[in-house]
């Protein structure tokens, strides 16, 4: 399955992804219907810095994810493309799992009293954060060609060291 | 990045299609790849939820109520929004008072003999002038009333101790009680964009409903610059007079020098236009192989300023300026300010065209400068159509391609022309026929169509589909600017556009006026009344109307639209507008969602103060649908009969 994957370096921290990822889990799916929604749509994803570094802090949908396993109610699931998604009516709103996620990315609905979690736009083949990104900061690639790309660019890097010794 | 547009979303015009098909083959980016690479366009920017007016910014505001709410110095959405609008109405103001300005300079040169180029053409239109600011006009030399308008004109730019006499005088009685009650009387024009300036900046007013106010001055004051910029045009330049000419790429000739003026003040147009007939000027063109001689073609709205006035044909119109260069054929383009894109000088570098700028305040790298004075301006437009010439010599044969694409258009409607053909037909009371046709409902209402192209939209798309369902029910078209453009390429400026799709009852008081002025059939469906800053000739007649009728501005039938608007000249006239009492559409949605209250004031509040509001509405069909239901409304006001409109879209 393909993954959201974040380069730091080319995060200007726009908050564009934050926007398009409330405006996705908006009724009206456009900015300009979504602003005007009461209860406000909520947003998954957060830019976030420690005064160097600016990135957008995503859910990873883990292989071994704290929030799934420390669900009690059942809420949480793993969909069959590998997504951990919420049965939003059997959540009751223990809020454990905002508790154990190691990323800080699950929050709560306040109108509704419970878990908001990003669900990777699972009907989107472009996820909406990814997709807003201007700077190509936000990638989707599979696991393995990330990977490729990481290791070519150590080689690159490795060259050039070298040529400049 | 060609491959990036699709055409449909680009234009509707055929003839800006078929030049993007010729800019895709030769790989010219144009103004819509670079949208394209443009989107997603931020979120924050879009909704007005961002500010940079400080070094502690930048600060954006949540647009979903997650925090943050309030910018570092503690302004929330209402402030940022209302201070955006605030600041575009002050450089839109700026914009048409630079205009003005230049124009009031060079009628005071002219009358005091240091622009010896220029005189006055219209005297009459220069004695009415006179009149309504307070001039003494008997037993004095052209001349000398020149000089004194003239510097009445350039006392409204800075504060004075009274109201802008041009806002004043060209506005109903009733109109002034409502500026002087809601304290938003314009002193001085460049005064109030210093004043926006002033309070929108960091730490002064942070009450949006006050600032919105201090707009509506500013706006008012840039109402009183386009009136000034209007007189003066017409008193150095003619007042226009209803003429035929031509509009789309296909007014570029193949076998002449041709020259586009783009841009919007006539000062160097009109000069250009004025000499291009010249003799020598033309046997030198002939000799450098060009057989039809010169001929210049107007883009946007100082194309606007010479069509109207000279009949020159307008080759295209705003977003689609830089297709005028991909015709291959076009020798220079020469430019003043306003809406030039700096792009042009890209899209010139890959023809022989000569990118000529004018002005000391307006440069693109990558064009020639021969800087425009006054005092010897047929000198300069003389250099600048020898460097045209010039640059016929280079042209590529095989980069020629110029749509053939025209259509016939019906130009120079000023306020004084239209009054003049209704004059015709009811020679001791003009406005009789007017206001006995609105009032038995063959005229429903008037909708003016101002503004611009906005690359969000396919170009003319809202204008076409707006005017043909207002049209046909039977509401009076009036255009200016880009507006103009975009009905004149598209054929709506003819008598077959009336025939076609003017209601029954529009068709024939247009036919009865069009016949008595000797047309052999009706007026067209748009009365062209010039360019941008010529809104005023159309407040002019509402203004007639309303005095002739003893009502208020804010109860006639009356409505204005900018379907495709860009620019922050646009809100500023949005703005006024809606402070005259108008009903104002636009249709695309400014940065200004983010914040309710701002959005409640503009939408709905405001109509409690000034009659006028905006209509903010991206579908033409339904924003025609509001707008007839405007007029409805204010049609009901007055006793007069109203339409029920079938709620099924046709």
Redesign the interface.
Known sequence: MKQIFVNADKCTACKSCEIACAVQHSKGKTLFSAIMEEPAPLKRIFVETDGETKMPVICRHCEDAPCLNACISGCLYRDEKGFVRRKKERCIGCYTCIMVCPFGVITMDKTKHIAVKCDRCHKLEIPACVNACPTGSLMLKELDDFLKEKQKQAVESAAVKAAAL | MNNLIDKAQASTDNATLAALEQAKKANIETVWDRYQAQL?Q???G??GLCCRHCMQGPC?I?????SPQKGVCGANADVMVARWISRAVAAGTASHGGHAKHLAHTLLKSAIGEAPDYSIKDEAKLKAVAQRVGIETDNRSTNDIGKDVARKALEEFSEKDSPLTWAATTVTGGRVDSFVKHGVVPTGIDSEVAEIMHRTTYGVDADAINLLLGAVKCALADYAGCHIATDIADVLFGTPKPLITQANLGVINPDAVNIAVHGHNPLLSDMISQIASDADLNEKAKAAGASAGINIVGVCCTGNEVMVRHGIPLATSSVSQEMAIVTGALDAMVVDYQCIMPSVATVAECYHTKLITTMPIAKIPGSVHIEFHESNAKQTAQTIIEHAIDAFKKRDPSKINIPTIKSKAFAGFSAEAIIEALALVNKDDPLKPLIDNIVAGNIYGVCLFAGCNNVKVPQDANYVSMIKELARNNVLILSTGCASGAFARQGFMTQEATNEYAGDGLKAVLTAIGEAAGLGGPLPLVLHMGSCVDNSRAADVAVAVANKLGVDLDKLPVVASAPEPVTEKAVAIGTWAVAAGLPTHLGV?PPV??SKTVVEVLTSAIKGMFGGYFIVEPDPIQAARVLLDAISERRKGLGLSVVEFATEVV
């Open positions: 997603p931020c979120g924050f879009e909704t954006r949540s647009p979903f109520g997650e949605i969602l983010g």
